[in-house]
């Protein structure tokens, strides 16, 4: 397994996404969901964006919208990734991809083992995104059974998330599945919904990589 990826999700604020930056991780993730604690709002500041070194990819986050609205929020803040964390159709995943922009297809937990579900999406995405099944849609800061893994039959690279802590870095590095690509972090990691401790947050990706 190549060196492990981190996504850091659920950013908001410009001082504080300034001073994750610096820890480099490889994803910053923003909520474009009205109902998350993490929502960036409706009209976000564009420097939560603009202040972003170019080695970090952005990553838009949607629950079931409409199509329109994903394109204008793509265009508008530079975004790299869309996370899709709803319903959407495997046609919707493969009409943002036809735009040019690399797709996160989240799959619950629960159902990780459900291979036809995976086989539908496996053509039209980039990635899958393993999460804890909740109704607000993520940011529960519980783990699902990761033991589900064993079974995986994927050949889509994917993230995992879900309730990943800071002292979580050795259990993580001792997943060798081969598709594993990135850690997705987020509520454990905040000093309050949508600010992160960015020394925990340092410490986490030293860790991951061994530094």
């Not at 190549?2 to 910053?28: H, W, Y």
């Not at 970090?56 to 508008?76: L, P, R, T």
């Not at 009409?95 to 459900?114: E, L, T």
């Not at 081969?178 to 986490?204: C, H, L, W």
């Amino acid at each position: 397994m190549s060196e492990l990826k981190i996504k850091v999700c659920g950013m908001t604020n410009r001082e504080n996404i300034q001073s994750v930056c610096l820890a480099n991780p490889d994803f910053l993730g923003y909520i474009f969901y009205s109902k998350s604690a993490r929502y960036v709002g409706e009209q976000p500041d564009p420097a939560i964006f603009s202040v972003v070194p170019p080695q970090i990819q952005k990553v838009a986050v949607f629950v079931n919208e409409y199509y329109e609205k994903m394109s204008d929020v793509i265009q508008k803040y530079d975004i790299e990734l869309v996370q899709l964390h709803g319903m959407e159709s495997p046609n919707t995943c493969a009409a943002i991809r036809n735009k040019g922009k690399k797709v996160i297809k989240v799959i619950p937990g629960d159902q990780v083992d459900n291979r036809e579900l995976l086989k539908q999406y496996a053509g039209s995405v980039d990635y899958f995104l393993f999460d804890t099944p909740v109704i607000s849609h993520g940011g529960s800061g519980r783990k699902f059974d990761w033991s589900k893994l064993d079974h995986l039959d994927c050949k889509v690279p994917f993230f995992l998330s879900g309730g990943i802590a800071p002292g979580d870095a050795d259990k993580l590095m001792e997943l060798k599945y081969n598709n594993f690509y990135a850690a997705d972090i987020n509520s454990r990691f905040e000093q309050e919904p949508g600010i992160k401790d960015s020394e925990m947050v340092s410490t986490f990706i030293k860790e991951i990589r061994n530094e």
